[in-house]
């Protein structure tokens, strides 16, 4: 563990959860591009910079690492200051991105170029001499004051102080060079003014105090420029404002005008402009003050509105909090958790919720203030748990450190996609109005439309490559605007509209062509497209090479598009889109291209490096983040391991962790492996989970919460594009910035793999992993069931879900932990994860604002990248989205020519920035009376015209246009439906005059008419019909039961709800291949057969956008074969289109109740389906009559008549097999189309030739290789009957019990082959053995070491304490400080300690006051005035008059309502009319005041008495609950409690005397610190841990023991390594470790039980230590024989089991007496007095007593060197020695006088008399 210093979480150093490496995920790779690292800026790499294009200035400087080390410098050459600054004014001229600027600008404001350089530079200017400089200094201050300029925009506050001075200084040199000759440009003197005014105004608002800081950009702002604001669109925010939210009033608006011209275009624009943000605005604005005025609701007494009230415009996430940073290439994201509990009923695969670029916007006041977001990303499994990622807008991103970490926010929605109209929106601040395109035509609606410009320099065209292939040599090139000179319609393979399309297209600069439902649009616009290609010199310059750009409304119909352009046009295509599924234009795909390696080596040297620099910038940063991240996710995946949040968890608890309690019989078990303290501690650990488990299996309250559905299998079912995957997919533009993917996929796996790896080691629990459950011991091997495991991840899905904490100030208060209850834990649990995740959140916001910062400049490089791709293109293609998204590139790519598909469904605003000035050809392809643009507010769409496209609009206007006339799709009565109802006229193509008719239909055009009603869908607005459900895919299956594939049948629906009712009616393995889709998503689509379910049902008649003739539209012309619709058409006849509709039906019957089955093989025989139930009789799509088809194999077809698979080759016959399978005449088993097995199957009875026993095997097997499953007939060695198979090797194990002796003397029953291996029973014989305290011992023999050291005694104390509540210790003799919350309370406030230390007393005045009398003493004092007796004179609320006193509380019952309560009789006076009573607040009951006065009264009467009596507060004469709040007997609770608050600060102890305790406990550990140290120094530092921190008089009790015992092991320990052999030792260490472990016992308190054992055990150890010196001293001597008989006594006692006895003792001893009499301790034979007396008559000199081999001793007189040998006078053996040096064998005799050396050398003699040697 190692030392903790301080007291509290805060003060920690870095704890063992930090120090993990974060190693995995890093990449070598410095990016895509390995180009050289970022060179110097010297003066030639400037001066190259200088020549190159402003834009790619910016962004080379900006990324480049060296500008920073170049502008920091304070001196400078004056020929490099001039380049510097003429390079960066160039950048600061060009249009790169802001952020790339800003982070330009931020170099430049702290360098020393800005402050000291250029002062400098500007100083010298007035002293210059040379005419040819002086002459260009002009120049040199313009590019001075750009820089300036864009410093000052950029960083208003931190840079004014600077500028100041150089404008200053400027100025001066201006004058200067005025003075001189030197002319200055009317711009520069302009440029100067205009900034003066600027520094001027800011200088202002700083000493106002309202300039803040560099973001406040309104700061810019000249006074007035708000009140503009209303003005010119150009003013207006994109976002919502605080204000909008608040006021009631709408914006000004203008609709869109469809019948009249613009007066201008500014006019225009500004329309759109308001129109398309009150579009995105108002449904968020009205949708946030509808919730404000429900919320006021609520405040005046309703019900709370978020979750009972449904709210049309906007959806609301209540308890929304930010969990984790993620880092995206897009920026910073933040995933966020809201409350799921209110939208459980939501279906998140197929909900419109939370889908990617949907706008949110979060507050915490009321949106007062507010942030805005958009999301993302998307992942139904997440959303399922609360979890979304969202992205905050770049003003938001500022706000969102003024939060807490854990604020909680209020989310609201808005379906919107956002991201298109912020470009869109942009796009028409940014548009110039003397800059928009064919103004004559979209503005004026001039319907006189001239050629493209391009075609007034050469108009021949060559149509050949574009012709019908009989005609392609014959055509020639041709004037196109000669009308005569056009070749003939069939020579390019088009009918008459489509002549007249095609010639328009290519001969005015604005076409606009009309496609109804199969008329060929798509082939019109290919052939248009076509032709401009081929022709591409007369629109297309050779020095620009603008491209054309295709726009459509949707992906796929972009993919069709560009397909048909890929077969004449095989390269310079480029997609900008969502996801394509066209595997043809993969290649071609705007990300595809920017990763090819071709394109890279085009790419500018200076943009790759830029690249490079900024890619290792982003990794380096995303690291750092993405560590911290994981880390704050795993904190909410489940419980943290404690080692992680030991830097939240305070000293004084993370000790107090380290012991928990006992298991359940008492005791742990040493060495066992431990689970994590964090599960045992939080009720998660093996035992005690499952105890509990168990416990609640038998109780009927425990409600376990449903866990959250899982998604639906999908596997099961048809697929169906989800409708959110579908609008994600149009709004996800693939431009390499996956929300998902990082920068590097390789890389992103292996930070997911390092992810995985932390979460094991910091979670003890990870909930999102199947294999959840609790940690186990090593020998539990027990498994959590399926039931536990889901009520576990339940239960802690809650606990970690739930906000409550504990507060600093109760866990400040806390000394156990482990007395806690559940629910306390897990609010101090959710305390430490809050303080982690603080810490955590802190790290990651200091990297997030430099990774944001590196994003949005890497965001520029590749708006630069895109650009030299795009500009090299012939075609481009994008979608609405994509065009909006790449706004900013299209205007500088600048197309020429510009082709619109879809266009009648684009709004206008999109079209209008997606043009740009050099665009010179528009083409509209579209179909007005199909799907129109969608608007999100219905109002706007209609009443201000929002939903007309500008195809429609010009239209309208009547400017010329061409619309198709022949269909090539539908057979004519399914035509019929539009013409004359929708289209006035449509010609049929002869094409569609030869379709076969419907098989097993009557008709190939029919209505089912019902009135079945629909239902509702709970989220959203959508509705579902289950009756047309069930009715279209039953027909579906009858006709693929036709013949029909399933890829020729369309299911059509108009709401989504209907969808996913038809998707759960449609087995995969039936329905496969059919097509299932909303009218809305399948315009442009066809199938030959289409089954359309219209829904809506409803006594209200509302039909919803069924009545839109454009849907309608849509919804009938998408079939060519067949169509078959199904609704309610008494409720849809009320609309006018759908009546005449049915008229035309009804006149060819081809509507009704029922449609009409018609059998192929039976004609005669039809069946009416007028539901579901009636496609039974024709089962497999002919009728009931059976099939009685004969098949090859002789069996007949069992089957019911169907029409497909009329020769049945396909069938497969179900009947058992016939054909015999082997010699014995066995027939096969399976069924007769599968193939028959090689080998019989069947069971037969075989005989095993080794045992002779029967057995039933396979026919086939050998009996040879069989294994016999009878019984084993063998006997083990043990005599015991072989529990195995016949067949099979013999046990090893016996496992028959028996009964064993055990090493304790026990017996028990225990499995037969533990016989050998007794010593690993664990003796299970209760101990039973009367402790102590005088109860038995509750362990089993082995728990108590054979009642050597005993399991804490569990029994419950149950005393009464001081503050009355009951002693929660298990059996103590001395009951602690109670630890429960403190009840103590009064009416100002209420404790918070625990309840046993001393409470602060209230010295607030008393609040016991009535109209009588008074208090005038503190509150904890006792009163100075007398109850009063008055009747209480209010009335309660039933009307009748209080039965209380006055100046005491109302009693809650009435002498009336009430009366048998009231009256019941206790005392004896409740009865009696007259009587009032008192209500007691602690537990509510009502007692008769005047025996209440005396009840309280007796201890102060017994006192008078002088009697004696408890310290204790009264109690409620009925239930017996303390009575401490009532104000009528204050007096005595107050006495009570002051007497109470003495005895708490008694047993608490005085803090002087603590004090003085521990720093005497510190003394003594410090003085033995080199003797325990050397020992066990891991102890030695967790005693001296916490000796210096505060401890109470139990902890310096506990510890005292503790260290005393330490001490005396020590010592025995230092006694074993200088009295006993290696081996001796070793075997005493395995003694002195078990008692060690003792010590350290978690639940050791050093009870009179656990004292005892201690020094009973360490005495045994003590003696065992002392027998083992002795054998050792005689081993020496060799003695040993002498003493074995007693050393044979002692052992035996010391070594028997059970505790070591004051007999047991008292026989060693005297054993150890007669053992000395034997073996003297000095070897002599004499005693200590005579040694002595020997010694002292010698009178020698230290140093010249000697012993033999054997110890026996004797004496060299004169020197004391040995100088000649004899023998022992014993022994015989060799003693003495020569030349000074002793014999072998023979030593210095230390015990005769101490000496350690022999006294022949005076040096050697010396070391005898040192003390401190």
Known sequence: MGERRGRSWHEKRDGVGDRQDWNEGRSNSTGRRQAPQGRGLGYTTLKELSEKDPSLVAITLSANPALKEL????????????????VLSKAFKSQADRCTLQHLAGIIKDSGFFRTVLPHYLVGMGSEFNPVRRADYPRHLQHILTILSEVLSTFPASSTQAASLLLTLLKTSINHLRASGVDIQPQTEESVENLEGLIKHLEERSREGTLRSDKDTYALLPTGGEEMAGEDFRTIPIYPTAEEFQQEQRPFLRPNLTSKRYTNTHLYLDTHFRLLREDFVRPLREGIQELLRSQMDKAGGGVNPLKKKQFDDIRIYIDTKLVVPRCTPTGIAYIVQFDIQPLKFVRWQNSKRLIYGSLVCLSCDNFETFLFATVSDRDPKTLQKGLVQIAFTEESRSKLARFENDQLFMMIETTAYFEAYRYVLEGLKEQ??????????????????????????????????????????????????????????????????????????????????????????????????????????????????????????????????????????????VRVGGRSNSEVLKQFNLRELMHSPVFKRTLPSDLQRAYNQLYRQLCEEERGIQFQSVKLECSLKGILRESYLQRAISDRHWESLQQPPPTGDGFRIFGEKKSSLIMDWLGFGSTVFLQRETENANRHDDVEEEEPPELDDEDDFIEIAEEADLMQEERFIEDGSDPRGGRDGKKNGNIEEAARELEELMLAMNLDTDDVQAEQSEGGGW????????????????????????????????????????????????????????????????????????????????????????????????????????????????????????????????????????????????????????????????????????????????????????????????????????YAELENHPSVLDYESIKGLDTNLFFVEHNKPEEDIKDGKSHQNKHEALFVVSLCHYLICQGYKPEQITILTTYTGQLYCLRNLMPAEKFTGVKVHVVDKYQG????????????????????????????????????????????????????????????????????????????????????????????????????KPCEFRLDCGHVCTRAC???????????????????????????????????????????????????????????????????????????????????????????????????????????????????????????????????????????????????????????????????????????????????????????????????????????????????????????????????????????????????????KCPSKCRICNRDEVT???????????????????????????AMDQYMGMDANQRASEEDVGIKLKECPKCKTPIRKNLRYGSHINRCLAEIEMVKVKINGCEANIEEHRKSLQKQWADNSALVEMFFQIEYVKINARLQR???????????????????????????????????????????????????????????????????ELQRITLLTELHARCHMADIRGQSAKIQSEVQTITEVLKKSGQFTEEAQHLVKETMKELDKKLPPSGLGINEEEKKMIVSALQMQPGHWFKCPNGHVYIITECGGANESRRCTDCEATIGGANHRLASGNRVASEMDGSQHGAWSDAFNLQNFDPDF
């Open 71 to 86: 502008l920091h410098g304070t001196e400078m050459r004056q020929d490099l200051i001039e380049l510097l600054c003429l």
């Open 432 to 573: 110039e109005e003397d800059n928009l395109p064919f103004q004559r035509y979209i503005v004026e609606c001039n319907p006189d439309v001239q050629p493209p410009a391009y075609l007034q320099i050469s108009d021949d065209y060559d149509l050949s490559f574009v012709a019908h292939p009989d005609h392609e040599h014959n055509i020639q090139p041709f004037p196109s605007l000669d009308a005569r000179a056009w070749p003939k319609k069939e020579e390019l393979g088009l009918d008459e509209s489509q002549m007249r399309a095609f010639q328009l297209a290519l001969t005015k600069e604005l076409t606009i062509i009309q496609g109804p439902p199969g008329t060929g649009k798509t082939y019109v616009g290919l052939k248009i497209a076509q032709a401009l290609l081929t022709n591409q010199a007369l629109w297309r310059a050779e020095r620009d090479k603008a491209p054309m750009l295709v726009v459509c409304y949707t992906n796929h119909a972009l993919d069709q598009f560009l397909e048909g352009i890929h077969k004449f046009l095989p390269n310079g295509i």
């Open 783 to 982: 498994e959590i069931q399926r039931s536990q495991k889901r009520k576990l991840k339940n239960r802690i899905r809650r606990e970690l879900a739930n906000t409550s904490a504990m507060t600093a100030t109760e866990e400040g208060v806390i000394l156990d932990i482990w007395t806690l209850s559940q629910r306390d834990r897990w609010r101090l649990y959710r305390l430490w994860v809050a303080r982690y995740r603080v810490e955590l959140r802190t790290i990651i916001q200091q990297s997030e604002e430099a990774y944001q910062n590196a994003v949005d400049r890497m965001a520029d490089v590749k708006r630069h990248e895109h650009l030299c791709l795009l500009s090299k293109a012939t075609v481009i293609g994008m979608t609405t989205t994509g065009a909006a998204k790449f706004r900013s590139v299209l205007q500088k790519v600048a197309p020429r020519l510009v082709i619109v598909e879809e266009a009648a469904e684009v709004l206008e605003a999109h079209i209008i920035t997606t043009l740009s000035k050099a665009c010179q050809h528009l083409i509209l392809i579209g179909d007005h009376q199909q799907l129109r643009p969608s608007a999100t507010v219905y109002e706007l769409a209609k009443n201000f015209n929002l939903e007309v496209s500008m195809f429609e609009r010009l239209v309208k206007m009547e400017l010329p246009y061409v619309r198709l006339d022949y269909q090539h799709r539908m057979r004519p009565e399914i035509a019929c439906l539009l013409t004359p109802h929708i």
């Open 1085 to 1184: 689509e066809e199938n030959d057969i289409v089954l359309l379910s219209l829904v809506r049902s409803n006594r209200e008649g509302k039909v919803g956008f069924l009545s839109i003739p454009n849907r309608v539209c849509v919804a009938l012309s998408r079939a060519k074969k067949g169509l078959y619709c199904i609704g309610n058409s008494a409720m849809l006849g009320q609309v006018k289109l759908w009546s005449n509709i049915f008229h035309t039906l009804r006149e060819k019957d081809q509507i009704g109740r029922a449609l009409t089955l018609c059998c192929q093989n039976h004609p005669e025989l039809k069946v009416k389906a007028a539901d579901a139930d009636d496609f039974k009789q024709a089962p497999e799509g002919g009728c009931m």
């Open 1202 to 1448: 169907h029409p497909y698979d009329p020769e049945h080759k396909k069938y497969q016959c179900i009947k058992t097999c016939q054909k015999i399978v082997c010699d014995l005449g066995h027939r096969c088993k399976r069924e007769c189309y599968k193939e028959c097995p090689k080998k019989c199957t069947v069971m037969v009875e075989k005989n095993m030739p080794r045992c002779r026993h029967t057995g039933m095997a396979h026919c086939h097997k050998d009996p040879e290789t069989l294994i016999c499953q009878e019984p084993c007939t063998k006997l083990l060695h043990c005599g015991h009957p072989c529990a195995s198979f016949c067949g099979e090797p013999c046990t090893s194990r016996c496992n028959v019990k028996v009964t064993i002796e055990l090493e304790c003397g026990h017996s028990q029953q225990e499995a037969c082959f533990f016989k050998t291996r007794t010593h690993e029973i664990e003796c299970r014989t209760p101990c039973g053995e009367q402790l102590k305290c005088g109860h038995a011992c509750i362990g089993s023999c082995s728990k108590c070491f054979q009642g050597r050291f005993h399991s804490p005694c569990l029994h419950k104390c149950d005393r009464l304490l001081i503050c009355s509540h009951m002693c929660r210790e298990p059996c103590t003799r001395i009951c602690p400080p109670c630890e429960r919350p403190c009840e103590n309370c009064c009416v100002h406030s209420k404790c918070t300690k625990p309840c046993g230390l001393p409470c602060a007393p209230c010295i607030e005045p008393c609040a016991w006051r009535c109209p009588h009398q008074s208090c005038s003493k503190l509150c904890h004092e006792p009163c100075d005035r007398l109850p009063c007796n008055q009747p209480c004179a209010k009335t309660l609320d039933c009307g009748h008059q209080c039965i209380g006193l006055c100046g005491d």
């Open 1464 to 1490: 019941e009789i206790f005392f004896g006076t409740e009865d009696e009319p007259e009587a009032f009573f008192i209500q007691l607040e602690d537990c509510g009951h009502i007692i008769e005041y005047t």
């Open 1590 to 1656: 505060y401890l109470h008089v139990k902890d310096l009790l506990i510890l005292e023991n503790q260290m005393g015992f330490f001490m005396k092991v020590a010592k025995l320990k230092s006694i074993q390594k200088k009295k006993l052999s290696a081996t001796q030792s070793l075997t005493l260490e395995e003694h002195v470790e078990e008692f060690v472990r003792w010590l350290n016992y978690s639940q050791q308190r050093f009870t009179e039980q656990q004292a005892f054992d201690l020094q009973r």
